[in-house]
Protein backbone atom coordinates (compact mmCIF):
# COMPACT_ATOMS: atom_id res chain seq x y z
CA UNK A 1 0.00 0.00 0.00
CA UNK A 2 1.31 3.83 -0.24
CA UNK A 3 0.41 5.70 2.23
CA UNK A 4 -0.09 10.20 2.49
CA UNK A 5 -0.20 11.73 6.17
CA UNK A 6 -1.53 14.71 6.90
CA UNK A 7 -2.87 16.78 9.53
CA UNK A 8 0.34 18.05 11.68
CA UNK A 9 0.99 21.72 12.21
CA UNK A 10 1.70 23.67 15.18
CA UNK A 11 -0.12 23.96 18.51
CA UNK A 12 0.15 25.23 21.84
CA UNK A 13 1.05 23.05 24.64
CA UNK A 14 -2.53 21.22 26.25
CA UNK A 15 -3.81 21.15 22.77
CA UNK A 16 -5.08 18.71 20.02
CA UNK A 17 -4.63 17.76 17.04
CA UNK A 18 -5.71 14.54 14.60
CA UNK A 19 -3.27 13.01 12.39
CA UNK A 20 -4.84 10.95 9.44
CA UNK A 21 -2.98 8.80 6.98
CA UNK A 22 -5.17 7.23 3.90
CA UNK A 23 -3.71 4.53 2.09
CA UNK A 24 -3.71 3.17 -1.60
CA UNK A 25 -5.02 -0.20 -3.02
CA UNK A 26 -7.34 -2.88 -2.23
CA UNK A 27 -5.63 -4.52 0.41
CA UNK A 28 -5.73 -1.83 3.41
CA UNK A 29 -8.08 -4.06 5.80
CA UNK A 30 -5.37 -7.03 6.04
CA UNK A 31 -2.87 -4.39 7.21
CA UNK A 32 -1.99 -3.76 10.70
CA UNK A 33 -1.11 -0.03 10.93
CA UNK A 34 1.69 1.56 13.20
CA UNK A 35 2.25 5.44 13.98
CA UNK A 36 5.63 6.10 14.59
CA UNK A 37 7.46 9.66 15.35
CA UNK A 38 11.29 11.19 14.83
CA UNK A 39 12.96 14.12 16.14
CA UNK A 40 16.44 15.38 14.24
CA UNK A 41 19.35 13.09 15.22
CA UNK A 42 17.05 10.17 16.90
CA UNK A 43 16.05 7.25 16.34
CA UNK A 44 12.11 6.73 14.62
CA UNK A 45 10.15 6.23 17.87
CA UNK A 46 7.28 4.15 18.61
CA UNK A 47 4.04 5.54 18.82
CA UNK A 48 1.06 3.01 18.72
CA UNK A 49 -0.48 0.77 16.60
CA UNK A 50 -3.94 -0.76 15.28
CA UNK A 51 -5.20 -4.12 14.50
CA UNK A 52 -6.40 -4.71 10.95
CA UNK A 53 -10.32 -4.47 12.18
CA UNK A 54 -9.26 -2.14 15.07
CA UNK A 55 -9.89 -4.48 17.84
CA UNK A 56 -6.17 -4.22 19.10
CA UNK A 57 -4.38 -1.22 20.02
CA UNK A 58 -1.13 -0.87 21.62
CA UNK A 59 0.45 2.71 22.89
CA UNK A 60 4.15 3.86 23.91
CA UNK A 61 3.90 4.41 27.67
CA UNK A 62 4.59 8.08 26.70
CA UNK A 63 1.66 8.90 24.80
CA UNK A 64 -0.71 6.11 27.08
CA UNK A 65 -3.96 7.98 28.01
CA UNK A 66 -3.29 11.08 25.43
CA UNK A 67 -3.08 9.63 21.92
CA UNK A 68 -6.05 7.19 20.00
CA UNK A 69 -5.35 5.75 17.03
CA UNK A 70 -8.76 4.63 15.15
CA UNK A 71 -9.28 3.26 11.65
CA UNK A 72 -11.89 3.29 9.18
CA UNK A 73 -11.34 0.29 6.49
CA UNK A 74 -14.28 1.77 4.60
CA UNK A 75 -12.12 4.51 3.97
CA UNK A 76 -8.57 2.84 3.90
CA UNK A 77 -7.39 5.43 7.13
CA UNK A 78 -6.07 5.16 9.94
CA UNK A 79 -6.13 8.20 12.24
CA UNK A 80 -4.08 9.27 15.34
CA UNK A 81 -5.97 11.74 17.81
CA UNK A 82 -3.60 13.52 19.89
CA UNK A 83 -4.64 15.32 23.03
CA UNK A 84 -2.81 16.95 25.58
CA UNK A 85 -0.13 17.56 23.33
CA UNK A 86 3.98 18.15 25.36
CA UNK A 87 6.13 19.76 23.95
CA UNK A 88 8.21 17.00 23.92
CA UNK A 89 5.77 15.43 21.65
CA UNK A 90 7.04 17.80 18.92
CA UNK A 91 8.52 15.72 15.97
CA UNK A 92 7.26 13.94 12.40
CA UNK A 93 4.98 11.37 12.89
CA UNK A 94 5.05 8.74 10.70
CA UNK A 95 1.99 6.34 9.85
CA UNK A 96 3.29 2.82 8.61
CA UNK A 97 1.39 -0.36 7.13
CA UNK A 98 2.52 -3.96 8.18
CA UNK A 99 1.25 -7.55 6.85
CA UNK A 100 4.31 -8.46 9.09
CA UNK A 101 5.01 -11.06 11.48
CA UNK A 102 7.13 -9.24 13.27
CA UNK A 103 6.65 -7.14 16.37
CA UNK A 104 4.49 -4.04 16.19
CA UNK A 105 6.78 -1.67 17.71
CA UNK A 106 9.95 -1.33 15.54
CA UNK A 107 10.06 0.14 12.28
CA UNK A 108 11.18 -3.23 10.72
CA UNK A 109 7.53 -4.58 11.38
CA UNK A 110 6.43 -2.45 8.54
CA UNK A 111 6.77 -2.85 4.91
CA UNK A 112 5.42 0.31 3.84
CA UNK A 113 6.04 4.25 5.14
CA UNK A 114 4.35 7.70 4.44
CA UNK A 115 6.04 10.66 3.74
CA UNK A 116 5.84 12.05 7.32
CA UNK A 117 3.72 15.30 8.89
CA UNK A 118 5.41 17.26 11.53
CA UNK A 119 3.53 18.33 14.70
CA UNK A 120 5.06 21.43 16.49
CA UNK A 121 3.67 21.88 19.99
CA UNK A 122 4.98 25.33 22.14
CA UNK A 123 5.14 25.91 25.34
Known amino acids: VQLQASGGGLVQAGGSLRLSCVAS????????MGWFRQTPGKEREFVGY????????YYADSVKGRFTISRDNAKNTVYLQMNSLKPEDTAVYYC?????????????????WGQGTLVTVSS
Open 96 to 112: AASTSSLAPVIPRGYDS
Open 25 to 32: GRTFSRHR
Open 50 to 57: ISWNGGTT
